[in-house]
C-alpha cells in the first residue's frame, strides 16, 4: 500500500474549484478497490464515491507515493463504456 500522496498545486487547485474535499479523495486515493489502467494517457485511475458522486482520478505512482493528476464526476456509464471498448483496463 501506498504510503504518501504527493498533492500538486494544480490538483488542490481543482479540487477546491470542482468542490472536492482533500480528505475524501485522499480516501479513495489510497483504499478504494477500483482501479484501471487508461491506455490512452498511460495513467493509472482509481474510482470511488465522493459524497453522492462517482469520481475519477488520474494518478501517477512511485515506488510507496502516488501523485494525482486531476478529479472529475464519471458515470457507471463511461467507465463501463470505457471497459468495452479497451481503454480501461483492471490494474
Known amino acids: 500500500m501506498y504510503k504518501e500522496i504527493q498533492w500538486t498545486e ?28 487508461d491506455i490512452t494517457t498511460n495513467r493509472l485511475v482509481v474510482v470511488g464515491k465522493h459524497g453522492k458522486s462517482l469520481v475519477l482520478i488520474p494518478y501517477e505512482k512511485k515506488s510507496n507515493s502516488i501523485t494525482p493528476i486531476t478529479i472529475h464526476v464519471i458515470t457507471r456509464q463511461q467507465i463501463n463504456f470505457r471497459i468495452k471498448i479497451g481503454r480501461f483496463h483492471y490494474e
Do not use: A
Request: proline share 0%; glycine share 4%; charged share 35%.
Open 10 to 37: 494544480y490538483m488542490k487547485y481543482k479540487s477546491k474549484m470542482r468542490g472536492f474535499d482533500i480528505s475524501k479523495i485522499e480516501h479513495i486515493l489510497l483504499y478504494s478497490d477500483e482501479r484501471y489502467i
